[in-house]
T-cell receptor, first 113, second 112 residues
Framework: DAGVTQSPTHLIKTRGQHVTLRCSPISGHKSVSWYQQVLGQGPQFIFQYYEKEERGRGNFPDRFSARQFPNYSSELNVNALLLGDSALYLC????????????FGPGTRLTVT | GENVEQHPSTLSVQEGDSAVIKCTYSDSASNYFPWYKQELGKRPQLIIDIRSNVGEKKDQRIAVTLNKTAKHFSLHITETQPEDSAVYFCAAIPGGADGLTFGKGTHLIIQP
């Protein structure tokens, strides 16, 4: 899990703005999942990508989108930010999609004002 | 969709005693059940997992048990130490899906 990297570490945005978060998986892993963790709660699943294709989507609005690049890194985009989008955004790396171990990155702390 | 319930929300035990955290799930097709430990301000760390074809798994002081019939699984920590203090999350992958569904977490406090 030490190999999963995310950037930036912290981010402050204003309501209505757009944000892009980035994730690099562990070397050799081909799947990336995104989760949102609100303070005091467990992470909530947003997306999973495997081999550059979306494999799963959680119950999040269309303002949330993601993609995976040929080197298996990934971006999470959020449009028209709301105050309620303030959270820790976690990226998890796994060898493939399905029931494989998922290892989390350090997260990006997003604050929307 | 899958729903994972976790109890208790807070657990305080004396150092050296055992701790047990319990989770139930709703989707009978769920087949993978990991446990994560999250210290304050840090990432969730995978500590142990179990698959639906296994009833129990142990790794040193940590064990996980799974009862598929009752749809519940539990984390057991023996000989607790101060460094075990953290929030623990159980999770499940529903059948046919790829994202983890997490419980709300258990704050484990080890009293010296």
């Amino acid at each position: 899990d030490a190999g999963v990297t995310q950037s930036p570490t912290h981010l402050i945005k204003t309501r209505g703005q757009h944000v892009t978060l980035r994730c690099s998986p562990i070397s050799g892993h081909k799947s990336v999942s995104w989760y949102q963790q609100v303070l005091g709660q467990g992470p909530q699943f947003i997306f999973q990508y495997y081999e550059k294709e979306e494999r799963g989507r959680g119950n999040f609005p269309d303002r949330f989108s993601a993609r995976q690049f040929p080197n298996y890194s990934s971006e999470l985009n959020v449009n028209a930010l709301l105050l309620g989008d303030s959270a820790l955004y976690l990226c998890a790396s796994s060898f493939a999609a399905g029931t494989y171990e998922q290892y989390f990155g350090p997260g990006t702390r997003l604050t929307v004002t | 969709g899958e729903n994972v319930e976790q109890h208790p929300s807070t657990l305080s035990v004396q150092e050296g005693d055992s701790a047990v955290i319990k989770c139930t799930y709703s989707d009978s097709a769920s087949n993978y059940f990991p446990w994560y430990k999250q210290e304050l301000g840090k990432r969730p760390q995978l500590i142990i997992d179990i698959r639906s074809n296994v009833g129990e798994k142990k790794d040193q002081r940590i064990a996980v048990t799974l009862n598929k019939t009752a749809k519940h699984f539990s984390l057991h920590i023996t000989e607790t130490q101060p460094e075990d203090s953290a929030v623990y999350f159980c999770a499940a992958i529903p059948g046919g899906a790829d994202g983890l569904t997490f419980g709300k977490g258990t704050h484990l406090i080890i009293q010296p």
